[in-house]
């Protein structure tokens, strides 16, 4: 069965650090794995999806990387900004025809100016 | 704009009511999903369609209904079967084949009952 994990459960960084956080999966057979900004009380903001085949994507300031093999992937947000500040939520999607999303818990990450 | 809506933001139910929440897509998206998020757990998947016309069950399904009559829409009703429904529900949509099946979601409509 696969599970998600996401650690630190919550991080409070000063404005301008570069971060890393980090999602863990326990099967390697994945079609993708995609990335969530939440801000509170909001829906869900897709953020960078990388496709099983892919070692990593990049939009902006942001870069995930994939590792199916140790079943890692990183998210990391270069020159943080308070804006930033949100729950960062990563989800696996399984291969095969059971093409749901596992998710983790999320990263509450607290960018302060 | 292309996007997903849910209606309304904030809904009261009370005890032994049955409410249904609204979501609709002009993505074009052939699937749609219905999650429940809580505090402290994972977003967990309620139900899940991917045509007109079918849907499929998903790890809580149980107190909840659903239909999918139009591509654009599928609503979600919360019975009075559903013990603990107080929850923040979220509504997303993908292409169904020869995507990604990156989801996209809605703003979320956050359930209280009385």
């Known amino acids: 069965k696969q599970e998600v994990t996401q650690i630190p459960a919550a991080l409070s960084v000063p404005e301008g650090e570069n971060l890393v956080l980090n999602c863990s999966f326990t099967d390697s057979a994945i079609y993708n794995l995609q990335w969530f900004r939440q801000d509170p009380g909001k829906g869900l903001t897709s953020l960078l999806l990388i496709q099983s085949s892919q070692r990593e994507q990049t939009s902006g300031r942001l870069n995930a990387s994939l590792d199916k093999s140790s079943g890692r992937s990183t998210l990391y947000i270069a020159a943080s900004q308070p804006g930033d500040s949100a729950t960062y939520l990563c989800?696996?999607?399984?291969?095969?025809?059971?093409?749901?999303?596992?998710w983790g818990l999320g990263t509450s990450l607290a960018v302060n100016p | 704009d292309g996007g997903i809506t849910q209606s309304p933001k904030y809904l009261f139910r009370k005890e032994g009511q049955n409410v249904t929440l609204s979501c609709e897509q002009n993505?074009?998206?052939?699937?749609m999903y219905w999650y429940r998020q809580d505090p402290g757990q994972g977003l967990r998947l309620i139900y899940y369609s991917q045509i007109v016309n079918d849907f499929q069950k998903g790890d809580i399904a149980e107190g909840y209904s659903v239909s999918r009559e139009k591509k654009e829409s599928f609503p979600l009703t919360v019975t009075s079967a559903q013990k603990n429904p107080t929850a923040f529900y979220l509504c997303a949509s993908s292409r169904r084949e020869g995507s990604y099946n990156e989801q996209f979601f809605g703003p979320g409509t956050r359930l209280t009952v009385l």
């Open positions: 989800a696996v999607n399984g291969a095969g025809n059971n093409r749901k999303l596992i």
């Open positions: 993505l074009n998206h052939d699937a």
